[in-house]
């Protein structure tokens, strides 16, 4: 046998809520209570005449009210719904799962997780080369990616490497953001569906390209490093000082990573 004390039924809209509120005055009763408030009117007038589909949330509230007023059955519509929120209440009103018991508290982010790429990668300075035109396609594939671009340097032009019976390189370095953070393949595969939007084709090495776009440093301060492929930083950031120029125009403070990773020996000035 249980006790139900009848919401809704010959009672008005606020003496249902004064019984919610005064429901443990029938704990001492001896009998499992229950409660049957589910998107009964009242919720609806509470919330401003929504109708029954749109009582969820009211429906939550008084269950979790019953239960921390001793309630030991509630009788819904929504049945996963207020079983998923109850265990919540029933976590803090009765019983911490020995889960959530054992768990441990998290660490500063850089002692949780030291080795994973994630906990700094919100921010990359990526590398645009070769002409004017392509720049701009560049960052508008970069930015249709879902990439936030914070700052961007001058344009400066420099001769080819390797091959060198080609054209100057149109060179910029961006600050940029994504919007969660990303491990370094993710900024990698970005960088190259840009690179094929702007139409990029494979070539040689040092060969020809439309388009370029390398990823230099990770972090919020160019701290990331990842031996994997890609390699951050760029491998060949020490024997490109016009990036290390480039990065210290837009991001003064991670300059220093330029010459943390060796980059500032050759810079030159």
């Keep these: 046998?249980?006790?139900?004390?009848?919401?809704?039924?010959?009672?008005?809209?606020?003496?249902?809520?004064?019984?919610?509120?005064?429901?443990?005055?029938?704990?001492?009763?001896?009998?499992?209570?229950?409660?049957?408030?589910?998107?009964?009117?009242?919720?609806?007038?509470?919330?401003?005449?929504?109708?029954?589909?749109?009582?969820?949330?009211?429906?939550?509230?008084?269950?979790?009210?019953?239960?921390?007023?001793?309630?030991?059955?509630?009788?819904v519509h929504d049945v996963a719904e207020v079983r998923r929120g109850l265990r919540v209440a029933d976590a803090v009103l009765r019983e911490i799962p020995e889960a959530v018991r054992s768990a441990r508290a998290p660490g500063?982010?850089?002692?949780?997780?030291?080795?994973?790429?994630?906990?700094?990668?919100?921010?990359a300075r990526v590398h645009i080369g070769h002409r004017g035109r392509a720049l701009a396609c560049l960052r508008a594939g970069l930015v249709a990616a879902g990439i936030r671009v914070e700052s961007a340097s001058g344009e400066?032009?420099?001769?080819?490497?390797?091959?060198?019976?080609?054209?100057?390189?149109?060179?910029?370095?961006?600050?940029?953001?994504?919007p969660e953070p990303w491990p370094a393949e993710r900024w990698l595969d970005v960088c190259l569906g840009a690179e094929v939007g702007c139409g990029r084709r494979p070539t040689y090495?040092?060969?020809?390209?439309?388009?370029?776009a390398d990823l230099i440093l990770l972090g919020r301060h160019g701290e990331v490093v990842s031996a994997g492929s890609p390699t951050v930083p760029h491998p060949e950031l020490p024997d490109r000082p016009f990036?290390?120029?480039?990065?210290?125009?837009?991001?003064?403070?991670?300059?220093?990573?330029?010459?943390?990773?060796?980059g500032g020996r050759r810079a030159g000035g």
């Design 108 to 123: 500063p982010p850089d002692e949780r997780q030291p080795n994973r790429v994630r906990l700094g990668l919100d921010r």
């Design 1 to 75: 046998m249980v006790v139900d004390p009848g919401f809704g039924f010959g009672k008005t809209p606020g003496q249902n809520l004064e019984l919610v509120r005064r429901l443990g005055e029938l704990d001492g009763i001896g009998r499992p209570l229950l409660l049957g408030a589910s998107r009964k009117s009242t919720i609806g007038l509470v919330l401003g005449g929504a109708p029954p589909e749109m009582r969820l949330e009211g429906t939550l509230a008084l269950c979790v009210l019953a239960v921390a007023a001793g309630a030991e059955i509630v009788r």
């Design 205 to 212: 090495r040092w060969g020809p390209r439309r388009a370029d």
């Design 156 to 178: 400066i032009l420099t001769r080819p490497v390797g091959v060198i019976a080609q054209g100057d390189f149109h060179n910029q370095v961006l600050l940029a953001r994504s």
């Design 243 to 262: 990036w290390h120029r480039l990065i210290a125009e837009i991001d003064p403070a991670v300059a220093a990573a330029c010459l943390r990773w060796g």
